[in-house]
């Protein structure tokens, strides 16, 4: 194998880790749930937001922005259900969908509002993550997306393994299979709910704050996160394990068309591999039937 098909494999890599990262957030909201969470790319500007303030206030502290970031999209994953899911639940499925719409455009106004729409580089605070780390046969990668790479195979390996083993993994489950049984068991249901859009915010915001340390970072950047709803729906919104076969086929056909095609083709590359995987397999290759019927 050439040294260029091993580099274009090690862009899909990193691509495709970057993938995983947003469409579990889609997955775990949506096994909570059942909904449809439209406002993930506004969720994920907002927490990225949050990190790049802390970077300003810390004087570019890594440790603490970061801190600050996830702290502040898990206390907004948590509010947003708190104040605006559940008092909707019960509701018919759309009604929760339209809701994040809703939410979605309000997040974006208020990101703009506070911090305007001018874009930012929060890359600049810290340069050391633009430092190339040298592989085999001459690749090299940077640091940044090293980490993206390493992150990603911790959530794909460490969630599902947390949801079976657990305690709160358990929960989990068992809210998400039947919550009237689960609720009948003890368990406080809506709790559990808000740790899951908690958790599924804070892994919004840490795609967030990967995409803006190596790209940009501004409110128009939303788009990125609704790309995520591609692999966990490719891969079948409640199987966490399809989430990373779905990245990596929308990986690679959004950096092969932008190898072989265009740019402006590779941005929507992974809503035209959607619709084909909607035509072929609707309820997602490790999803069901049942899914489907319910979305």
């Known amino acids: 194998m050439g040294y260029a098909h091993v580099s274009l494999m090690l862009v899909i890599l990193i691509q495709a880790s970057f993938y995983v990262l947003l469409g579990m957030g889609y997955v775990l909201i949506y096994r909570a749930t059942r909904v449809l969470n439209l406002a993930h790319g506004d969720l994920m500007v907002f927490g990225a937001f949050l990190f790049y303030q802390g970077l300003v206030i810390t004087s570019g502290s890594v440790p603490l ?6 702290l502040g999209a898990a206390l907004t994953g948590a509010i947003v259900y708190l104040g605006l899911m559940r008092p909707l639940a019960g509701y018919p499925v759309a009604v929760g969908v339209l809701a994040t719409i809703a939410l979605a455009i309000v997040l974006r106004s208020v990101t703009t509002a506070i911090w305007s729409g001018q874009t930012r ?6 340069g050391q993550l633009a430092r190339p780390i040298e592989l ?6 940077s640091a940044i997306d090293a980490v993206i790479v390493l992150t990603a195979l911790i959530c794909i390996l460490g969630l599902p393994l947390l949801l079976r083993r657990s305690a709160i993994g358990v929960e989990m489950r068992g809210v998400s299979e039947n919550a009237l049984l689960a609720a009948q068991r003890g368990i406080n249901i809506h ?5 899951s859009w908690a958790a599924a915010t804070v892994m919004a915001a840490i795609a967030g704050i990967f995409f803006s340390l190596k790209v940009r970072l501004g409110p128009d950047i939303w788009y990125v996160g609704l790309a995520g709803f591609a ?11 399809g989430v ?4 990596l086929i929308v990986a690679t056909a ?3 068309a932008a190898r072989f095609i265009a740019p402006q ?9 959607l619709l084909v995987a909607l035509w072929i397999r609707p309820w997602g290759l490790f999803g069901s039937r049942e899914e489907l019927e319910r979305i």
């Open 65 to 70: 922005a970061i801190t600050t970031g996830i």
């Open 121 to 126: 580089y929060p890359a600049e605070y810290i």
């Open 136 to 141: 085999v046969s001459g690749l090299s990668i």
């Open 191 to 195: 709790s559990v709910n808000a740790l």
């Open 231 to 241: 692999p966990a729906l490719i891969g079948g919104m409640d199987s966490l394990r």
């Open 244 to 247: 990373a076969i779905g990245a």
């Open 254 to 256: 959004e950096v092969l």
């Open 265 to 273: 083709i590779a941005l929507a590359a992974p809503f035209l591999v």
